[in-house]
């Protein structure tokens, strides 16, 4: 079955790093767009960034912008997101998530999940 499992989280203080991981198993993950969305507590799920399936092309929530990135090793099946100047805004459960097809990866259109990882920013 499909697995993707995401490692990395953690606390960190206000303008630190973090650098997520998510392994992926069980799928063609070249054919994949991947992505990161965040759901902090009290609050709906929402999209971070996204890779298209070779990695061409990458798009980003206004919130990130210029402070995390995203790549992907296809020979590794794995999607890392690196983020920088962390803010406390950021705190929240990080999922992985996969999507068949050419369409932007969406919270309403992806097929896989990975569990989650908390990222905590203090002040």
């Known amino acids: 079955q499909v697995q993707l499992v995401e490692s990395g989280g953690g606390l960190v203080q206000a303008g630190g790093s973090l650098r997520l991981s998510c392994a992926a198993s069980?799928?063609?993950?070249?054919?994949?767009?991947m992505g990161w969305f965040r759901q902090a507590l009290g609050k709906e799920r929402e999209f971070v960034i996204g890779i298209s399936s070779g990695g061409g092309m990458r798009y980003y929530a206004d919130s990130v912008k210029g402070r995390f990135t995203i790549s992907r090793e296809n020979a590794k099946n794995t999607v890392f997101l690196q983020m920088n100047s962390l803010k406390p805004e950021d705190t929240a459960v990080y999922y992985c998530?996969?999507?068949?097809?050419?369409?932007?990866?969406?919270?309403?259109?992806?097929?896989?999940w990975g569990q989650g990882t908390q990222v905590t920013v203090s002040r």
């Open positions: 998530a996969a999507q068949y097809g050419s369409k932007r990866i969406s919270s309403f259109d992806a097929d896989y």
């Open positions: 069980g799928l063609t993950f070249s054919s994949y767009d």
